[in-house]
Structures are given as C-alpha cells and as structure tokens.
C-alpha cells in the first residue's frame, strides 16, 4: 500500500494558537488531510507521518513518525525540521548542540528544494531508506527537488558494491537482477577475519573506540538514559563501513572505486514514488537472536562497570575478536562462500554492529 494513500496527520498551528508542550494538558489544533503539501508552505510547525511498511502478505507493521521544526519555527520561507519521536517514543539525542539531530532537513520554499542534512542512526530505531520514503514524498508532492550533501559512511559500501551512492541506490533505483562485478569475489574467511582484527586493534590502542563510547555514555548519563536503551556504539559503524569494509576485502580484481559526488541533486517523478513506496521492507535476521542465545546469563553491566571495561584494551579486542568470529559462523551457515555484499548485508550491518552495543552492556561467558 502506498503512503501517499494512507492517512498522513499533518499538524497545522497558527501563530496564536498554543505550542505545543509535552507536559501541557493544552494540545495543539490539528487538522488531518491526506498530503503532505502544507508543510512546502511554511504554515506548519509540527506534523505526524503515518505509513504502514508491508512485510509480507500476511505481517506489517506501523510507524509514526513525528517532526518538528527548530524551536517550533513557523510562518518563515526556510524551516529547519527534524525527526522528534517514533511511535511517540522520544528519540535520544546523541548530539549535546540543541541544533543538531540525528534526523534532520531544510524545506527552502524560495528556492523550491527539501535539504536533507543529516541522516544518522536512531534510537528507537528507524532505517534510513524509511527516512528517504517520507522525504522523496514530501518533494515529489510539493514539487521541489531534493538536494543532499553525502556524508554518508555507508556510501562507500554502495560504490564498491553496486558504483552508486547509497543515496542513488535508493532514490533513482538499480537493477538488482544484472551481474555485479563483485560476484566474483569470494571472501576468504582466514584472510578476513585477520585483517578485521588487525584493523579493529588499532583503533582500540589509539583509544579511538574508548573515547567514542565514553562520549556516547557521558550523553545517556546526563539525558538520564538507561543502559539498556544507551546507543554505547553509536558511529562506531563508521569504521567498519568507512575503513575496514574497503581494506579487507581484495577489490583488485574488478578494480571498481568509483569517486562520490559530494553534491547531491535528486527530481523526483511519479515513477520513482511507485518504485520507492512499493519495496518491502525484509524480515529481521536471525543472527542477533541466534547470536543471544549464545549468553548463559543476560545481567546487564552498569555504566561504571563499562566505563572500565571499554579502557580495557584486551577486553575490547577479545570482545570484538568474539563477535567476529561468532557472527562469522553464522554467515556461513546461510553462505559457504560469501561474496562483499553477503558481508554487508549478512555479516556485518544485522549482526556485528548490534552486537557490538549487546556485549558492552551484557554479561557473558568467556
């Protein structure tokens, strides 16, 4: 089903009507219409998207997204928006600068274009090509183009992989049933995994990885977070996207590293919202639950136990050299032979990242 013919709640205050506050008993007047147009007009400071994702024929799900804009703006030619909660769950912000969000993008009426300037991941969790469905809508239907600037880390995946930006995968399309060069790369288990944790180590004895979960648990402490909902990884996928992906992986024999544009510009047409909105969204793996199971015992840590553990090089080493191995078995179960794409898209986004927040804050046996 496509959102464009779902219920969309847009949110529409006027200047003299009440902001809204979460602890007010004074809710803002709403008026539900089944377009996203209002908001290209800049008369709107808040509005909920609603859009069923299909799974399969017989599961879907629903999320609702909530927006607002900067300091609840309104009335102005260039609003600033970010995504406020996911199914009216609060998103934690892992950013202290109050105008930063992991979520976050320009409306420019006078220019006619939708600036789409962060996109990073959050917690609740949503996918980024769930943000680019919502967004491709929104400039389609106000007829703006979108305009990007890439600073996506997973980009490069995508260019070594498919010679797209994740961005141009998603938006323009691609198609999926012709031969990829990478094919016919076949990842050597010993090989990989040496280089993994090569290149893991030196990160953890350059503090790189400590100070980024100190950081990111210092942010959870003072928003009054519990571990166990804290993001402790949070931008560690950079590394193995940015960094370990390209490096441990033999791409000489079909020599693709394409350069990214930086500067991003995207006109969408009807074509493109059918293709968008009509993509299933997959089923979760098995992996991270496979991958629990393998704990004797689920005592959560506290944030003073992992703050000293995560200054424990050895620990860390033996705790990512675990993860890789153990999520490396499950791979193969699924593929002997794994060629780049099944390590992205089996080995390390569904299992190695989540794990690594996992065992921070899990008790485990050795």
Same mark, same amino acid.
């Given at each position: ?10 949110d ?12 007010n ?5 709403s ?8 908001i290209?007009?800049?008369?709107v ?12 024929s ?13 300091n609840?703006?309104i009335?102005?030619?260039?609003l600033?928006?970010?995504l406020?909660?996911?199914n ?29 300037s962060?996109?990073?991941?959050t ?9 680019l469905?919502?967004i ?9 183009v979108?305009?990007?600037v890439?600073?996506s ?9 498919y010679?797209?930006?994740y961005?141009?995968y ?8 012709q031969?990829?060069?990478f ?6 288990k010993k ?9 893991i ?6 503090s790189f990885?400590?100070q ?6 210092q942010i ?8 166990e909902f804290c993001p402790?990884?949070?931008e ?8 370990i992906f ?7 024999p079909?020599? +693709? ?10 006109e969408i047409?009807s ?5 968008i909105?009509k993509?299933?969204?997959k089923?979760?793996s ?5 991958f629990?199971?393998?704990f004797d015992? +689920?005592?959560?840590?506290t ?9 424990d ?7 990512f050299s ?5 999520c ?7 593929c ?7 390590i992205?898209?089996?080995?390390l986004?569904?299992?190695v ?5 996992l ?8």
């Amino acid at each position: 089903m496509l959102c464009l013919e779902s219920n969309i709640l847009v949110d529409i205050q006027q200047k003299n009507h009440h902001k809204y506050e979460p602890n007010n008993n004074i809710e803002p007047k709403s008026v539900k219409v089944l377009d996203l147009r209002p908001i290209c007009s800049g008369k709107v400071n808040q509005f909920v998207w609603t859009c069923p994702w299909t799974i399969s024929s017989d599961i879907s799900e629903e999320k609702i997204l909530q927006f607002h804009t900067m300091n609840d703006q309104i009335n102005s030619s260039s609003l600033a928006w970010y995504l406020k909660s996911i199914n009216k769950i609060d998103i934690i912000e892992m950013d202290a600068r109050n105008y930063k969000h992991q979520i976050q993008f320009h409306v420019k009426i006078n220019e006619q274009t939708i600036s789409l300037s962060r996109l990073y991941p959050t917690y609740p969790k949503i996918s980024g090509f769930e943000i680019l469905q919502f967004i491709t809508n929104l400039a389609f239907q106000c007829k703006f183009v979108i305009e990007i600037v890439d600073l996506s880390d997973v980009s490069t995946v995508y260019s070594l992989l498919y010679g797209k930006s994740y961005y141009e995968y998603h938006i323009n399309g691609i198609d999926l049933s012709q031969k990829f060069k990478f094919q016919k790369i076949i990842v050597k288990k010993k090989i990989f995994l040496n280089c993994f944790e090569e290149k893991i180590s030196n990160f953890i004895d350059e503090s790189f990885l400590s100070q980024l979960f100190y950081k990111n648990i210092q942010i959870c402490e003072n928003t009054f977070v519990s571990v166990e909902f804290c993001p402790i990884d949070f931008e560690s996928q950079r590394i193995f996207y940015k960094t370990i992906f390209k490096a441990c992986i033999d791409w000489l024999p079909i020599q +693709q590293d394409r350069t990214l544009p930086f500067f991003q510009r995207f006109e969408i047409t009807s074509e493109d919202i059918v293709r968008i909105m009509k993509r299933k969204k997959k089923q979760k793996s098995n992996l991270l639950n496979n991958f629990v199971k393998t704990f004797d015992n +689920q005592i959560i840590k506290t944030y003073d136990q992992i703050k000293t553990e995560i200054f424990d090089t050895s620990f860390l080493k033996k705790l990512f050299s675990k993860i890789f191995y153990l999520c490396f078995f499950e791979l193969e179960k699924q593929c002997p032979n794994p060629n780049p794409e099944d390590i992205f898209k089996i080995y390390l986004r569904p299992c190695v990242i989540p794990n690594i927040n996992l065992f921070l804050k899990y008790y485990t046996t050795d």
